[in-house]
């Protein structure tokens, strides 16, 4: 049985591209993997992709097999480019010829430095999470088209969308991950803070014999005067750094008059 099969490599890749729930997670290195897959699945000679948001691009990752090449590929699609076309359309670019491209005056600039580069051919599949569009996966391959079998074709497009969905979906997952964590520390920071001003509330209240209420206005009114958040405020006083008759003045009516 054959282990080293396209399927199975396929398969690892599409496992790896969900992985993004990590602490050391970094977007730019999780797609140049993305891309390496294409490349080594593909027998491309590179690949990249190329983040956009709103029309315009905001990332760019290559694989590190030629990442000069893809960079520069992905660069030179400002004024068009399969990138684009796929995104603007959600839709895969199929397999192109580049000089035919470039004879048709199809994304001159890219063409022009695909020529450059030795690059035959490329097309661009999505990064699409159902009916959201991330950007586009770019391959650059130094062979022509393969027009027989038409499947065959086909094919090479259907494992680039494959891996560009895989990675679309692990990138959502990591900024819904990294927004509920994000939420989470604010929760639980506002829990805290509450936390510390009840005991502060309480260890002003058993010290002066007042009431709790009467304790709490005299940190409110505190951190009034000295432009403090209310939560420093009550971490001075459980460390005993918050001198009293500062903190009471307005409560006995000793220096300001009542509240």
């Known amino acids: 049985m054959r282990y080293a099969t396209r399927e199975i490599r396929l398969a690892s890749a599409l496992v790896e591209a969900a992985d993004t729930l990590v602490e050391d997670f970094e977007a730019t290195r999780y797609l140049q993997r993305v891309s390496d897959h294409c490349v080594e699945l593909l027998d491309a000679r590179a690949a990249g992709v190329m983040l956009i948001d709103g029309g315009r691009s905001v990332s760019l990752a290559a ?74 996966l770019n391959v650059f391959v130094p062979t022509l088209p393969d027009t027989s079998p038409a499947d065959e074709v086909t094919s090479e497009v259907q494992v680039a969308q494959a891996l560009a969905d895989a990675a679309a979906l692990g990138l959502q997952n990591r900024h819904t991950y990294a927004r509920y964590r994000t939420l989470s520390g604010q929760l639980q920071e506002a829990l805290s803070s509450r936390v510390r001003i009840e005991q502060a509330k309480g260890m002003l209240a058993e010290r002066w014999s007042v009431p709790a209420d009467e304790a709490f206005v005299a940190l409110r009114q505190y951190a009034r005067r000295r432009r403090l958040p209310l939560d420093r405020v009550a971490s001075a006083v459980i460390e005993g750094v918050a001198e009293d008759a500062d903190l009471r003045r307005r409560t006995d009516g000793s220096a300001d008059g009542p509240a």
């Open 63 to 136: 694989s590190s097999r030629h990442e000069r090449v893809a960079l520069d590929l992905l660069e030179a699609q400002h004024g068009g480019g399969p990138c684009l076309d796929s995104y603007g359309s959600g839709k895969a670019v199929p397999p192109v010829s580049i000089r035919v491209a470039h004879a048709a005056a199809r994304w001159p600039d890219f063409t022009e430095r695909a020529l450059r580069h030795d690059i035959v051919t490329t097309f661009a599949v999505p990064l699409r999470r159902r009916e959201t569009l991330l950007g586009a």
